[in-house]
Nanobody, 124 residues
């Protein structure tokens, strides 16, 4: 059974940093495109970042480019999101997701498996 479990969320002041982790189990995550998406209260789920199977290719939303870094450690079946220079607008529930089909994608509907999410709150 495919499972994704996020951790590392919390409350941080603006300008601070957090590192999110996503542990995959029940399958070999290295065969899948992985991504992070987030959802703020009252808003639709939005794309944050995605990474290819080997970790050599990445793609970011313009709103986080230069501040967030996505990475993966396939030997540990783990995905990461390093978030620096956090802003109040980054507040939301952050979801780890996996995509079976090839190719990086910023569309939430293209992802096949989802974690339960971890809350990130950035205070001003």
């Amino acid at each position: 059974q495919v499972q994704l479990a996020e951790s590392g969320g919390g409350l941080v002041q603006a300008g601070g940093s957090l590192r999110l982790s996503c542990a995959a189990s029940g399958w070999t995550s290295s065969t899948y495109i992985m991504g992070w998406l987030r959802q703020a209260p009252g808003k639709e789920r939005e794309f944050v970042a995605t990474i290819g199977q080997s970790g050599s290719t990445t793609y970011y939303a313009d709103s986080v480019k230069g501040r967030f870094t996505i990475s993966r450690e396939n030997a540990k079946n783990t995905l990461y999101l390093q978030m620096n220079s956090l802003k109040p607008d980054d507040t939301g529930v952050y979801y780890c997701a996996a995509k079976i089909a090839a190719g990086l994608d910023n569309r939430a509907r293209r992802y096949d498996y989802w974690g339960q999410g971890t809350q990130v709150t950035v205070s001003s």
